[in-house]
């Protein structure tokens, strides 16, 4: 959620906007960017960090270190996190739950970083 209210935020979308009709423009931007990304239904953390990093790209000319490194993290825990297991809580080993838990607390911790 983190990265999908700093992505949208990033591209002018008030906090309080009804987000389901910016879901379809945004990805047809950064299609448009990068070319096809999945968007797993819009829940995809590499999606949600991509298009922070093109939209603060096209809108700045610049990525700042805090969103490179939010897009590095939402990639690599896109590796190994699936929408299913928000529901199947004992397909992954404790020790990756808790490791991915440390990385959502990252984005806790520079979700306003993000969202400027």
Known sequence: MVLKHAALRAHHIPPNAPVHGSLAPARARLNQWLGPVDHESYHSLKFWGLLLQETVRQRTGIVPSTVQEATRRATRLHQHWQVALRYRYA????TDAQEFF????????KAE???K
């Open 91 to 94: 397909m992954i080993p404790r």
């Open 102 to 109: 440390r990385e959502v607390g990252w984005f806790n911790a």
């Open 113 to 115: 970083e993000l969202w």
